[in-house]
Each structure stands twice: as structure tokens, then as C-alpha cells.
């Protein structure tokens, strides 16, 4: 068993990227082949996945040196390339092939179609299990460049000139990205001659203890570094790439873009804050913990706000990562085990949730013609199994327990009690209403909101009102198509068993993982406690 | 006290939530539906009773998802359902009471005709699951999730009616709740997480109910005692959102447009005594009175005060001043609401009073206000739904078109009051005596308790004597509702003329639609229609959207002119039907004729159990089950060792 665990995270990486040449290949001869290979890929990587995560929890670690080059007796020596999974690593990898998996049963009939796209979609899920499974911090930016890259071409792959701007907007910003981070990294490099995360961790601690003008580059190293993923994981106020990015992406694309992209940078930053600088550099360096803390409770304040105020459901869902995305970078901020955990069940529970979210703002558009908050009034009448999983899944969001939601903002709570750092304690207990602010808007709308008024002298007034803003032809979308339903209304048959049945299934799972918080708190321990009382 | 391992509580929980999933899958068939509830109800009240022997012995019965099924629902803590005296006290009050509302909900529905009535039944359903839910909650954190969830579930109710008010009157609800439930309940829970895992040396955290405090908690609020004031009242103000204690009280009022079996069972019962309740857990079993009474707080220019004096103080101030408030509410239900807000304050001023007697009369009062109140609520709905009279301004000499109805509303509102041979008596009774026990400053808190009986008399008892001394066409003016304070020289009439002009197309046919209907020829109407169904088609004497949908219509600015002369309420209440006396004054009604006997069966069923509570306590079962609470919360074998003992000497008893 040993040797094919090994094998596997160098599989779970080239198989995807390998495979993503083979729809083009096929598509030379047949039309449609791109969905059947990405859905064969997909599910052997999980079966795959699922492996692996069981030969961890057996045997703990699992190394994989890359063609055997670098490895001495006991210990690399600092450039080989490694593939490493852990229990952190894994965890991310199931839920990349997953939701990889479980998306596509989305967009077989709801698109985006074409061979190519598919293309884009291994290449992305290929370098999204780059990214978690990685040891080696040079190679972390190959695999976040392969990630930016497939993602720019699946936003792009939207039709209409919004799509051209926002990945343009993303490519742009994306890029800066991840050359903040290789700037970091190589000073990082600079300081310690070395680039495996292992040996990064064992040598940093020595050059701190060193001080002089190492330490200086290990701290400019960080910031570097730190900047690099707050742009990546859509950090206010480096967020403005991802709300565009979000909203004009085909409906097919975003759930795996929100669940999955900034959800494996964040993995990426904790994987660098705690195995490669540890606790200790974190503590230590002044105003370190207090920036990262801050950066991300103003994320959480910000992002709800303007999430709030938007009118496009997409849209508002996008400014809800930015501020549950704040909540887990508060959580890196703590340095405590329990904040710790709560920000890695967080990292798991939001990529369900807003998967889920994004499927269902999916089927919604396709099926009931809707896309602004206001459009969304009667749904729960007319497209009760989608409003009901939206209902469960913003539910979920809020955390209200029984819930994915729930047990991620426990841990962080009691993290930042234990902790000590009332502010960011406060920030977090007010996550609670400031989710429910626009969660709630949107409960309302559906439930007690009824779609079809009777026959009104006074339609045309409010919409004419409102095409004066941007937005008016979204509007135009929600507000007249009240009362000639089946004329307006999308197509219900639009939206096949499979579409309905992943919003289904992805609600249930945010709510069962609400009884999973002692089984993640059990599961990380052994990284927990290594990465913690070093 | 053994504890024996049982899934009965969990099986309490869960009938209704499974009786709610089978309300849905039958939303075609409104009689099916409707006996899902019903079979519900009784099948709870069964499982809470036969635990209830067992309890009183001595049992507890504990269900545990990690000793069933081996979950560990968060690090260190388990989900835990244990049915508790205390616990068994709200249980077996909510269940006993859903039965009878579950008849009146149906009665009601039927009635007005309401549109979406599987998702209130189910909601209603859900309500009790998680009711019941917080009854059971073994800790901190069970009880936390049960108290979300009801917060979650009882938003469709109070957003039932799906017009603006209705919506804003839902945020409001939502945003109190959440702040009370999310933010304040699950700081305090953490915090008392965090304090007792650190001062446990096993670090171990300490969340589940002990019977007269946690003892962990008291060991770390010796070395940490300003965590455990700030945690103790973060726990207070998170159960006391729901309680309605004042600062946090003014959703209540505004909840008041959800279809009446809401404000019944749940506003004036499940919800806001799951609240009330709270605090009771927290006094009693996570702090504990002992911990409370040795945990001063410094107050700058007072000294030092127990850390239950605040508390005491608001909800003396909340049961004061809601009073005052109700003696100027027109709207019958709005009035009542304030008086709920007065009365749930009592328990919370008797629970933190700390003395054994207060406590005994603050738990029982939990049932007492639950009749009394539930009674009253129950005459309300059915004078709306008999006669579309939402104003008490406009229910001169109703007592003859609704004699036993307005009977029972009498009995109820003595109660409230506190008239010997109800319910109210009693509970009241022991918290006087508790605070005269206590003595010194504690004579203030018997003071509010008995300023606020004479006000309830003040309030309630016009209502009475406007529907039985008064006629439609003689009746004074109500100058405490009318004028503004400082009075004002006009006379009632006027108004009374404008209102009956602008109301004369429906009181023309008030006669007709005021008719009782027998219940079946209600049930094919519905049935044929499909309750579940948007009904697109109205009635054609009842047009489903004439005020609230369009309010451009015609009738809104004659509306807001008409109610002008009212109290100030009218107009956040002004847009529902037009109550008052038809055009040829009142029917005469006998008691049998007056309404369905769904809704006459459930008041008469309520108001007895009321006068039963208030003749015979002792043969009543709750306050013996009072009684056993607070032996156990003070270790003693029999509740006659605590009679005498001052407040001291209870709290040397609880030490020992």
C-alpha cells in the first residue's frame, strides 16, 4: 500500500494537467468528449484522494520526492522538489477533487460547453492540487501561476465583454499576486539558502534567533509574502478583482472559482504562516499578528458591508467570501490551535456553503430568470427544492448550528478567547449579524415576497425608476417578468435532476458537517500539535 | 439523582419535527394535515409524561449523541438531550399547551381563511421540536443550538403575513434574536467555555447543567471574576432578548402581527418562556445562586452589590414600566404583549431575587402566566376572527355576541392580576413572600410586584367592562387611550361615526360573514381549493390585497384619517379589516353559538387549567414539580427546611 500511496500526490498532480490536453485531442474528432474525460478524471482523482487521505490517517505523512532527486539519507537537502500529505494537505485535496467532481454535474447541461473549457478545468484542478499538496515554497508560485492561468481563461469564458474585462482585471491583479509572493520567496531564499518547506521551517527559527540583516529579509520576506496571498484570497482592500471576477464568470465556473481558488490560497498562506515561518516568527515579530489580524476583521466589516448593498446575487455572494475569508485570515492572525482548527473547518465549510450558493444562483438564472435580489421574490412558491437549499445553505452561512458554518466560527470564537484579543472577539460574534444582514434579505425575498402581484396600473413606475442605475437591465429581468411567468420566467426544464440534485446534496452536506467539528478537531490534531508546540 | 441513558428526550424532540415534515408532504390535504399536528402534540405530552414519574423519583433520563452514536459534535463537547425537573417543568407546560393550540391554530386558519398554511403549521411544528429542544439541552452549547433554531423557525410565522409590516415586524425579530442568540448567547457560552477548560488542570471544559451551579465555573470565577461577570451577564442579556427583558424588548410588541396561535403558544409560552427559562438554567444551574450571591460587583459610589441586583432592578424597572405602556395600547394584542413583557419580567425578578421562595414562585409562574396568558390571546384571536375587532376602543358591549369568550378573558386577566383562586395568585403570592424574607432593599422589588397587579387591573379590566357594561351604541370615552396625556375636551362619538362609515361596506355584511360556519362546510371550501396552493382566487366579499398590497388604492389615506382620532398605535397596526360593531349593533349569541367549538373547546380547556392551577396547586403537578427544582438547586431533602431561612442562611445552605 505504502508504494502506491506514495505515488499518488505525484499522480493526483500530472494526471489532471496530462489529461487536459486529451479533450483537445479528442476534439479533433469528436464533438462532445470534454464533459466524459473531466468527469472520469474527476472521480478517479477523488477515489484517488480518498486513498491517500486514508494511508495518512494510517500512517501519518506522506512524502513523495519528485524523481528521487534531492533526497539524502535523512533529510532533503532544501531545493528537490517534494509533494507532501499531511492531514492539513489532504483535507483540501478532498475537497478540490470533490466539489471538482461534483460541480460538473452543473454544467453538463448547464455549460459552459465546448472541449476546450474542459481543457481549462483539469489544468485549474491540476494546479489547484499542486497548490495543496506542494512542499517546496518555489514551487508553490508554478502551481499559483497554473491556477491564475486556467482561471482567467474560465472566467473569459463567459460571453459578453464583462467577462473580457474581469478576467483581464484578475489577470492583471492575479499576477501581482503571485509576484509579491516569489519576491518573498526569494528572499526567503536569500536568507536560508533553501526552498523546502521542512528545512525553510527548521532554519528560519535559527536565523531568527540570528538576527542582523537576515532577519530583516525573513520579515520582508513575510510581508512580501503575505501581501501576495491577500491579494490572491481577495483581502480588502485588495478585493476588487473578485466581485467582477465572480459575477461575470459563466454560472458553471463560479462555484468551482469560489469554492475553490481563493479557498487553496488561503490554504497556502496558513500552510507558509505556520509550517514555514511557525507560531514562534509569528509571535515574535512586532505588529505581525496585529496587522494580519486586522487586515482581516476590517476584511469581514467591509465585505459584509458592501455585500449589503449589492442588488446582483452573484455579486453579493462575492463580497460574503471576502468577508468569511477575513474571518479565517483573523484566524492565522491568533496563533492558537483551537483559532487554528476553526480557520481550516472554516476554509472546508465556506467552500461547501458557497459552492453551494453559486450552483444554485446557477439554476436560479437558468430556471427562474433571475439574478438580482429583487428577482428572487417567489421563489420559494414556484422552485421550492432550490429555494429550500438556498434557505438551508445561507442558513449554514450565517452559523446557525447544526452546520458547516457553525463549528468553523466556534473554533475561531474560542480561539480568540483563548487568545485574549477582545476586538477580534467582538468582530467575530458580530460576524453572526453581519452575515444574517444579507442572508436574511435574500430569505425574505424568497419567502415572503410574492412574485406575481395582481394586475398593477403601477408596474412600469418602479422600473423605469430604477433603469437609471446600472443595473436597470437586471431589473428589467426581475421586475417585469413578474406575471407573464412561463413567458419570462427561464425555463424550468432547463435545469436537469443533476443540476437540482448537487444544490441538494451540497445543502445536506453543509448541514451534516455541522456534527463533523470533533471528528476535524480529532483529524488535525497530529498537525496541530506538531505545528503548535515546536 | 441517577441518571439512566434514554432516548425518550430525543424522541420528544423529534415527533414534531418528523410531524413537521409529514404536514408538508400532506399540504394537499388540509384534514390530514391538520390531525399530523394534532397526533404530534398528543404523542409528546405522552413521552414528556411517562418520564415525569421517574423524574419526580429521582431519574434523570439522558440521551447523548456521543454515548449513542459516538459523535463528538465539537472538541470536548457533547450534544446532549436530558429531561431534567426543570427541564421537564417547560416540556410538559409547552407540550400539554400545543395540544389545545394545535385544535385553536386550526380553528383560527380556517377562520380568517389564511393563505400558506402548511408552512405555518409546519413552522408551528418546528417550533415546538426546537421548544422542547431547549427544555431538554443537557449544556451551554445544546441549548445554544435549540435556541438558534427557534429563532429561525418562528420567523415564518411572524413574517406569515407576507405584507411590509409583517416583513419589517420578521427583521426586527430576526435581528434581535440573532444579536441575543449569536452574539451575546454564544460569547457567554465560549467564555465559559474557555474559563473552565483553563481552570480545569485536565483542561477539560465544564458546559453541561449542574443542579445548583457548575462546580468548575465556581472555581474559575474565584480566580477570574470579572470573566465570570461579563460571562454571566452576556448569558442573561442573551436568554433575556427572548424574555423581553427592557432594553431588548420592543420585537415582542412588533411580532404581534403573526396569526394569533403564534402570539399564543409562542409569544406569550414556548418562545418567550424559553427565554425566561434560560435565565432560570443560568441562575440556577450554571452559576448557581451560591456562586451569584459571593460574586460582588463593585458599583462606583454604591459599594458592593451581588451580581443579581442589576438583573433584579431591570426586570423590576421592565415589569413597571411595560405596564405603564399597555395602559396605552388600543390594540388588544399589542396590549397583551406588553403585558407579557410585565409578566415574564416576574420571573426573572423572582429567579434573581435568589431567595428559595422567590424562586419557587418564579418557576411557578412559567405555567401560571402560560394559562392565564395563553387564555387571553386565545379570546383575542377569536374575537378577530368572529368579528374582525382588533380594538378595544371598538369592543363596546361585545360580551353579548361572545359571552364565554369574554368570560374567559375575565378569568384570564385576573389572573394576570394576581386575584386569588388563579393561577397568577399563587406564583405571586410566593414572590412577595420571597422578597419579604430577604428584607432590607428587597421590600422595593415587593413593591413593583404589587404597583404592577394593580396596573394589570388597570389595563385588562377595562376590557372587560367595555364588553360586558358598556353597549356599542352608549359607552364612555377612554381618555387614557384617546387624548393625549393631559387630556382633551371631546367626547368618543365622532370617531365612532367616521369609523362606522368608513368600515360600512363590511359591516353591511358583517352579519353574513359573521356567522359562525360549521367547521365541515370551512374544511370543503379549503379542501376543494387546496390550502397549500397560492390562491389566487379570493373570496369575493374579502379581496385578498384591497389594503395592504397596493396602498396607492383607495382605501389607505380614508383609513389613516379615520384612525387619526385613535391611539397612537393604530397607525403601525392600520392596514387589517375593520373591527367594531355592525351597523345594527351586536348579535346576541349564546356561548355555544358564538364560534366553532375548535376554538371555544381549546379556551374553556385553557381557562379551567388556569382556575385549577390557582385552587389547587399542590394537586397540579407543577409546582410540585417547582418545589423539587429548588430542593435540588439547594440540596436539601424537602423544601420545608427552606421556609424560614433568610437569604443568608439559604445561601449557607446551598454552600454546604
Same mark, same amino acid.
Given at each position: 500500500m505504502s508504494s502506491l500511496a506514495e505515488m499518488l500526490p505525484a499522480l493526483l498532480v500530472a494526471v489532471p494537467i496530462l489529461l487536459a490536453a486529451v479533450p483537445i485531442v479528442l476534439g479533433l474528432r469528436f464533438e462532445r468528449t470534454g464533459w466524459s474525460v473531466a468527469a472520469l478524471t474527476t472521480t478517479a482523482l477523488t477515489a484517488a484522494t480518498v486513498y491517500l487521505a486514508a494511508a495518512v490517517y494510517e500512517t501519518g505523512r506522506v512524502v513523495h520526492v519528485l524523481g528521487g532527486w534531492g533526497e539524502t539519507a535523512d533529510r532533503p537537502q532544501g531545493v528537490g522538489i517534494e509533494l507532501v500529505a499531511d492531514e492539513f494537505s489532504v483535507l483540501i485535496a478532498l475537497l478540490v477533487t470533490v466539489t471538482a467532481a461534483g460541480v460538473l454535474a452543473y454544467t453538463r447541461v448547464g455549460g459552459p460547453r465546448g472541449n476546450t473549457f474542459y481543457t481549462g478545468y483539469l489544468l485549474l484542478i491540476g494546479g489547484l492540487l499542486g497548490l495543496s499538496l506542494t512542499g517546496d515554497v518555489f514551487n508553490m508560485f508554478v502551481f499559483l501561476e497554473i491556477v491564475g492561468l486556467a482561471t482567467y481563461a474560465m472566467i473569459a469564458a463567459g460571453d459578453g465583454p464583462e467577462s473580457a474585462v474581469a478576467a483581464l482585471k484578475y489577470l492583471i491583479l492575479g499576477t501581482m499576486g503571485a509576484s509579491l509572493y516569489l519576491i518573498g520567496v526569494g528572499f526567503l531564499f536569500m536568507a536560508t539558502g533553501a526552498l523546502n518547506m521542512d528545512v525553510l521551517g527548521e532554519a528560519i527559527p535559527l536565523v531568527a534567533e540570528e538576527g542582523g540583516s537576515d532577519l530583516t529579509l525573513l520579515r520582508a520576506a513575510f510581508a512580501f509574502i503575505f501581501i501576495g496571498f491577500a491579494l490572491k484570497v481577495a483581502q480588502w482592500p485588495l478585493h476588487t478583482w473578485q466581485p467582477d471576477a465572480y459575477q461575470h464568470a459563466p454560472d458553471g465556473v463560479t462555484p468551482v472559482i469560489a469554492a475553490l481558488v481563493s479557498t487553496v490560497s488561503a490554504y497556502a498562506l496558513g500552510r507558509i504562516m505556520y509550517?514555514?515561518?511557525?507560531p514562534e516568527f509569528l509571535t515574535a515579530t512586532p505588529y505581525l499578528t496585529e496587522i494580519v489580524v486586522t487586515v482581516g476583521c476590517v476584511s469581514v466589516l467591509a465585505g459584509s458591508t458592501l455585500a449589503v448593498i449589492q442588488r446582483d446575487v452573484k455579486r453579493m455572494f462575492a463580497y460574503s467570501s471576502v468577508a468569511q475569508f477575513g474571518l479565517i485570515v483573523a484566524a492565522y492572525g491568533l496563533v492558537t490551535q483551537t483559532a487554528f482548527v476553526g480557520a481550516v473547518i472554516h476554509l472546508i465549510g465556506h467552500g461547501v456553503i458557497k459552492a453551494g450558493l453559486f450552483v444554485a444562483a446557477g439554476v436560479v438564472a437558468l430556471g427562474?430568470?433571475?439574478? $438580482?435580489v429583487d428577482g428572487y421574490a417567489g421563489l420559494a412558491e414556484h422552485r421550492p427544492y432550490t429555494a429550500g437549499s438556498i434557505a438551508i445553505l445561507l442558513i449554514a452561512l450565517i452559523g446557525i448550528p447544526p452546520s458547516a458554518g457553525f463549528i468553523g466560527k466556534w473554533y475561531v470564537a474560542v480561539g480568540a478567547v483563548e487568545a485574549e484579543v477582545w476586538p477580534v472577539a467582538v468582530v467575530i460574534f458580530l460576524s453572526t449579524m453581519l452575515t444574517l444582514a444579507y442572508s436574511a434579505r435574500l430569505l425574505e425575498k424568497m419567502?415572503? $415576497?410574492?412574485a406575481i402581484p395582481v394586475e398593477s396600473p403601477h408596474s412600469p413606475g418602479p422600473v423605469a425608476a430604477d433603469g437609471g442605475t446600472d443595473t436597470g437591465a437586471d431589473d428589467h429581468d426581475g421586475a417585469t417578468a413578474l406575471g407573464r411567468d412561463s413567458f419570462r420566467r427561464g425555463s424550468p426544464d432547463a435545469v436537469s435532476i443533476g443540476m437540482l440534485g448537487i444544490l441538494v446534496v451540497i445543502a445536506v452536506a453543509a448541514v451534516l458537517l455541522g456534527f463533523a467539528g470533533g471528528a476535524f478537531f480529532e483529524w488535525l490534531e497530529p498537525f496541530t500539535s506538531e505545528v503548535f508546540t515546536e | 439523582m441517577t441518571e439512566v441513558a434514554d432516548p425518550r428526550p430525543l424522541a420528544a424532540v423529534l415527533v414534531s419535527a418528523l410531524a413537521m415534515c409529514l404536514i408538508i408532504a400532506s399540504y394537499r390535504y388540509p384534514n390530514v394535515r391538520e390531525s399530523w399536528s394534532v397526533v404530534a402534540a398528543l404523542a409528546k405530552f405522552g413521552i414528556i409524561l411517562s418520564m415525569l414519574p421517574g423524574v419526580m423519583d429521582g431519574t434523570v433520563y439522558e440521551w447523548s449523541l456521543a454515548d449513542s452514536l459516538g459523535v463528538e459534535f465539537l472538541a470536548g463537547i457533547d450534544f446532549v438531550l436530558r429531561a431534567d425537573p426543570l427541564g421537564l417543568l417547560f416540556a410538559l407546560l409547552a407540550s400539554f399547551l400545543w395540544i389545545f393550540t394545535s385544535f385553536y391554530a386550526a380553528g383560527y386558519m380556517r377562520g380568517l381563511d389564511e393563505h400558506a398554511q402548511t408552512r405555518f403549521f409546519a413552522s408551528f411544528a418546528a417550533s415546538l421540536s426546537t421548544a422542547i429542544g431547549i427544555a431538554f439541552a443537557g449544556n451551554l452549547v445544546t441549548i445554544f443550538i435549540f435556541y438558534e433554531l427557534l429563532s429561525l423557525v418562528t420567523y415564518p410565522l411572524v413574517a406569515h403575513n407576507e405584507d411590509n409590516e409583517a416583513r419589517i415586524a420578521g427583521r426586527k425579530y430576526l435581528a434581535y434574536t440573532f444579536f441575543g442568540g449569536g452574539v451575546f448567547l454564544l460569547a457567554g457560552t465560549v467564555l465559559v467555555y474557555w474559563l473552565t477548560s483553563s481552570a480545569d488542570p485536565a483542561g477539560e471544559a465544564h458546559l453541561a447543567f449542574e443542579s445548583g451551579g457548575i462546580g468548575m465555573l465556581a472555581e474559575a470565577a474565584q480566580a477570574d471574576p470579572v470573566f465570570a461577570q461579563a460571562a454571566f451577564y452576556l448569558l442573561i442579556a442573551g436568554f433575556g432578548v427572548k424574555a423581553a427583558v427592557m432594553p431588548l424588548h420592543s420585537w415582542l410588541a412588533d411580532a404581534m402581527v403573526a396569526p394569533t396561535p403564534v402570539s399564543g403558544l409562542l409569544h406569550a409560552v414556548a418562545v418567550v418562556k424559553s427565554g425566561a427559562f434560560g435565565v432560570a438554567r443560568v441562575i440556577l444551574d450554571v452559576f448557581g445562586p451560591g456562586l451569584i450571591y459571593d460574586l460582588p460587583l463593585s458599583v462606583p459610589g454604591v459599594g458592593e452589590v451581588g451580581l443579581n441586583i442589576p438583573l433584579a432592578i431591570l426586570a423590576a424597572f421592565t415589569l413597571t414600566a411595560a405596564s405603564i405602556i399597555a395602559l396605552r395600547k388600543d390594540h388588544l394584542k399589542r396590549r397583551l404583549a406588553f403585558s407579557t413583557t410585565a409578566q415574564l419580567s416576574y420571573i426573572v425578578l423572582g429567579l434573581s431575587m435568589l431567595h428559595p421562595l422567590a424562586i419557587l414562585g418564579a418557576l411557578f409562574h412559567i405555567p401560571a402566566h402560560a394559562f392565564g396568558k395563553l387564555t387571553l390571546f386565545f379570546c383575542a384571536g377569536a374575537v378577530h376572527v368572529e368579528t374582525h375587532t382588533d380594538y378595544v376602543s371598538e369592543m363596546a358591549g361585545i360580551g353579548k355576541r361572545m359571552p364565554l369568550t369574554m368570560s374567559a378573558f375575565a378569568i384570564g386577566a385576573a389572573g394576570m392580576a394576581g386575584? *386569588?383562586?388563579?393561577?397568577g395568585f399563587v406564583s405571586k403570592f410566593y414572590m412577595l413572600i420571597g422578597s419579604g424574607s430577604v428584607g432590607g432593599g428587597y421590600w422595593l422589588f415587593a413593591t413593583a410586584l404589587i404597583v404592577s397587579g394593580i396596573l394589570n387591573i388597570a389595563y385588562l379590566w377595562p376590557v372587560v367592562y367595555t364588553a360586558f357594561f358598556e353597549s356599542e351604541d352608549r359607552h364612555d370615552a377612554k381618555p387614557l387611550l384617546e387624548f393625549p396625556p393631559g387630556g382633551k375636551? /371631546?367626547?368618543?362619538f365622532e370617531d365612532d361615526a367616521a369609523v362606522a362609515t368608513d368600515g360600512g361596506d363590511r359591516s353591511d355584511e358583517k352579519p353574513e360573514s359573521g356567522q359562525p360556519q360549521p367547521a365541515d362546510e370551512r374544511d370543503d371550501e379549503t379542501e376543494a381549493k387546496g390550502a397549500?396552493? *397560492? /390562491?389566487?382566487?379570493?373570496?369575493e366579499d374579502e379581496p385578498e390585497y384591497a389594503v395592504d398590497k397596493y396602498p396607492s388604492d383607495h382605501t389607505v389615506p380614508e383609513d389613516a384619517e379615520t384612525h387619526d382620532d385613535h391611539a397612537e398605535d393604530h397607525h403601525d397596526h392600520g392596514d387589517h379589516h375593520h373591527g367594531g360593531p355592525p351597523a345594527g349593533g351586536w348579535e346576541r349569541h349564546s356561548p355555544f353559538t358564538e364560534s366553532t367549538w375548535l376554538m371555544i373547546f381549546p379556551i374553556s380547556v385553557i381557562a379551567t387549567g388556569a382556575v385549577t392551577l390557582g385552587v389547587i396547586p399542590d394537586y397540579a403537578v407543577f409546582l410540585d414539580l417547582a418545589m423539587y427544582i429548588v430542593e435540588g438547586v439547594f440540596g436539601v431533602d424537602s423544601f420545608n427546611e427552606l421556609h424560614d431561612l433568610s437569604l443568608e442562611e439559604a445561601m449557607e445552605v446551598i454552600d454546604r
Open positions: 509550517n514555514v515561518f511557525g427562474y430568470g433571475a439574478r $438580482t419567502y415572503f $415576497t410574492p | 386575584m *386569588p383562586l388563579i393561577a375636551r /371631546e367626547s368618543y397549500g396552493t *397560492p /390562491e389566487t382566487v379570493n373570496d
